[in-house]
């Protein structure tokens, strides 16, 4: 994957909104390989849209194009989109991901404990996170009707000091 990122730092963003309790800091997540997150980026005053996913969501499938041309037009603005699997084989997560390619972080959540941190209604689900770690936006499910309103509050978000 193109990016490595910092558990803590995402679960710091989390602590931070209230979200989740002191019990988040145990969730481990690791690259679809299976390899543990490492420390390669830091997630300060970065835009984070967290996006909950599984190869079985239908609406995942429109939502990833979207994703990676969010990711292409403001990543250099300082957006930085996070996708997490819920499958519970990886492999699924793969066959997807050979399918729809992500030009951006995936991640997976073996246990299922981040997603149970963030409360999931739905899938996808998806958490626009300022720059100061507060979440702002949240979305269950994907629509085409909505896109425009989701890239006002990406670009407003980018826009905060």
């Known amino acids: 994957m193109q990016f490595r990122v910092i558990t803590a730092a995402l679960l710091g963003c989390l602590l931070g909104s209230g979200i989740v309790s002191s019990k988040a800091l145990a969730i481990e997540l690791s690259e679809l390989d299976g390899s543990p997150v490492s420390s390669m980026q830091q997630l300060n005053g970065k835009v984070i849209l967290v996006d909950f996913w599984a190869s079985w969501c239908v609406p995942c499938r429109k939502s990833f194009p979207w994703l990676n041309a969010m990711q ?23 066959r997807f991901l050979q399918q729809i390619p992500a030009q951006f972080a995936v991640l997976y959540d073996e246990a299922g404990a981040l997603a149970q941190q963030y409360r999931l209604m739905g899938m996808p689900s998806s958490f626009l996170i300022d720059k100061k770690g507060q979440i702002r936006y949240r979305h269950i499910g994907f629509k085409q009707a909505d896109i425009a309103g989701y890239e006002t509050q990406i670009r407003q978000l980018l826009a905060e000091e």
């Open 72 to 94: 292409q037009r403001h990543g250099a603005e300082g957006l930085l989109v996070l996708a997490v699997n819920e499958d519970n084989e990886r492999s699924d997560a793969r």
